[in-house]
């Protein structure tokens, strides 16, 4: 009855063009402090489980990038998938995996590419969970106490009152909110940010796959009975979170408030927002000279970037590709990547 | 008695960095069609005078690039100097050489670093100056008709009236002129700019430089005497342009107003104007992205620049350093290689 770690890495990261590319995306760059996100995300719970208990789900062209990332989890526990299903199949097959070595374990999920600044109350709060989870069974979720009125997240809502070590259960989960529904929520103060991150038994969800999507069930246990045919099963299994597959249906969810200092990094205004300012507001990660300019962020992953009488402007460079946006646009860098695929400069993605 | 050309190549181009270095500064950049500055200087004339009739004065850093963009000019034509000591030695002392092998030789001299739309226009005029050079002596200037108030020229003001082939006495050289001083001769529309562009015969220029500038003509003796000595001899040249030296105290001096195009490039705001722009304003040399943004102009040489959501910008990107600039601020280019020289960053310089 062992802790087991999945992290979840299939993400392509076109938000952070050019800094990710199609074959480095945001789970392997060094976005904040000295390692990888996905370095990073692992390290954050090594005193809580074994770096051998780590399972890692990802697209099958990175495993190797997560075996150079993660030295130290085994290659057999990096799942490539041959194309991105959602978060329930790669959730599933990892817990399948998972309950041959382990049937009593206890699963810790986490997306690869997140940032958390308080590590210590992290931990105590991964430890809380695990530990009710081994007593008690049932589905644990970290919601986020929020910090502004944000559209880009889902939402939990609590129910009940707290248990003694602060453990609510799930009233319902509320989708991307749009900005009035955000900011009446905010207003409330009782909902919290679904941070994607995931405490359960392995054997209970798996029980709940089974029950609430049994054509997943159906196709792991073929594929357990024969991998060699992940790429014929694999793309058939239905595409579905595990939120709206298993969360939003089980009976027993909970959510635990996380005060952790957490960001999914999602943008690069957001990676730009913790930087360390100048005083004139400027910020660089990476070589920068600020001329007479203010309120500028530089992101360099080598060139020298020199700015001279500029206003609100966030840069990203690198040796083939430069990006110069204004902040407040960062959710649009999509659309550079979409025009570089129309003129099919594949080479730049 | 053969024409001559004599191409000054001595600039280091700081404005223009990045595109510019140290061992690579404007002279030797395409800026603008095909060719490098100084390719598309000596092309310009072709037609006019033999290549194997060229001069060029340049650092003696540079004289291999000089080569390599000018291999139809004889390698002992290209004269390395130790250091700069502005115009008026580098021009006697091309002229001290010319004079050895064609004691009657008219010399054209040029910068090696201008725009010239058009050339036909060009010629016709350098040939007339030539030509009346080779008629009755002198010394003749290239007076650019103004199009605005420049405050970064020199000027000239013609006297008398014009011959019959268009020719005018100059009356007086003015300095770079406050911007009132600027506007008020652009309004009264006689002024011409300097363009730095001369002809005159090898011997007459000799002869004021043992007048006008005598430390100068005995060092350049010393200097055709014991060629060998050049490290020791020229830097104890005196430092003076050709302008104050000669031309402002010779006493006949003549120039020709022009209407040929003419841009000195002196900034990257001059060489964005001569860029075509699309609909939104927008320009670029190499490969850019436009995305809702409005009077940008990128110029790259290599690195693809995308563009979010931004106005008013000037970019110039390579491989290893970026430079972001309202394009008002090009003047300021020196600041940033200032930095980088403090903070002793050599490699990009």
């Given at each position: 009855?062992?802790?087991?770690?999945?992290?979840?890495?299939?993400?392509?990261?076109?938000?952070?063009?050019?800094?990710?590319?199609?074959?480095?995306?945001?789970?392997?760059?060094?976005?904040?402090?000295?390692?990888?996100?996905?370095?990073?995300?692992?390290?954050?719970?090594?005193?809580?489980?074994?770096?051998?208990?780590?399972?890692?789900?990802?697209?099958?062209?990175?495993?190797?990038?997560?075996?150079?990332?993660?030295?130290?989890?085994?290659?057999?526990?990096?799942?490539?998938?041959?194309?991105?299903?959602?978060?329930?199949?790669?959730?599933?097959?990892?817990?399948?995996?998972?309950?041959?070595?382990?049937?009593?374990?206890?699963?810790?999920?986490?997306?690869?590419?997140?940032?958390?600044?308080?590590?210590?109350?992290?931990?105590?709060?991964?430890?809380?969970?695990?530990?009710?989870?081994?007593?008690?069974?049932?589905?644990?979720?970290?919601?986020?106490?929020?910090?502004?009125?944000?559209?880009?997240?889902?939402?939990?809502?609590?129910?009940?009152?707290?248990?003694?070590?602060?453990?609510?259960?799930?009233?319902?989960?509320?989708?991307?909110?749009?900005?009035?529904?955000?900011?009446?929520?905010?207003?409330?103060?009782?909902?919290?940010?679904?941070?994607?991150?995931?405490?359960?038994?392995?054997?209970?969800?798996?029980?709940?796959v089974a029950r609430y999507l049994p054509d997943l069930f159906r196709g792991l246990v073929a594929l357990m009975a024969e991998p060699e045919q992940l790429d014929v099963i694999f793309p058939e299994l239905p595409q579905v979170s595990i939120d709206h597959g298993i969360m939003e249906r089980a009976e027993r969810v909970f959510v635990l408030p996380a005060e952790i200092g957490w960001d999914d990094v999602g943008t690069f205004a957001a990676l730009a927002r913790h930087l360390p300012r100048n005083d004139e507001q400027n910020a660089a990660k990476g070589h920068a000279i600020f001329v007479e300019s203010q309120n500028v962020t530089a992101i360099s992953e080598g060139p020298v970037v020199s700015f001279i009488g500029v206003q609100d402007l966030l840069v990203v460079a690198t040796r083939d590709a430069v990006l110069i946006l204004s902040p407040e646009r960062s959710q649009d860098v999509r659309k550079v990547v979409q025009a570089l695929k129309e003129a099919q400069h594949d080479h730049l993605l």
């Open positions: 009855m062992a802790r087991w770690l999945v992290i979840l890495a299939g993400g392509r990261g076109e938000r952070f063009w050019p800094l990710s590319r199609m074959m480095h995306p945001k789970q392997f760059l060094t976005l904040m402090g000295e390692h990888s996100m996905i370095r990073s995300t692992r390290d954050r719970v090594r005193p809580l489980i074994d770096p051998e208990h780590t399972f890692v789900v990802t697209g099958a062209d990175y495993v190797n990038k997560v075996k150079a990332n993660l030295p130290d989890v085994p290659p057999s526990h990096i799942l490539g998938e041959p194309l991105g299903r959602n978060t329930a199949p790669s959730i599933a097959w990892a817990a399948a995996r998972i309950q041959q070595l382990d049937p009593l374990a206890t699963m810790l999920v986490l997306p690869s590419d997140h940032m958390i600044q308080q590590e210590h109350a992290f931990r105590q709060l991964v430890a809380k969970a695990m530990q009710t989870c081994e007593n008690q069974g049932g589905f644990y979720t970290f919601g986020i106490v929020p910090t502004h009125a944000e559209t880009g997240y889902g939402y939990i809502e609590p129910g009940g009152l707290p248990s003694p070590e602060g453990v609510r259960t799930v009233r319902r989960f509320i989708e991307k909110p749009p900005l009035e529904v955000a900011e009446a929520m905010m207003l409330a103060g009782q909902h919290l940010w679904n941070s994607g991150m995931f405490v359960f038994g392995v054997n209970e969800l798996m029980e709940s």
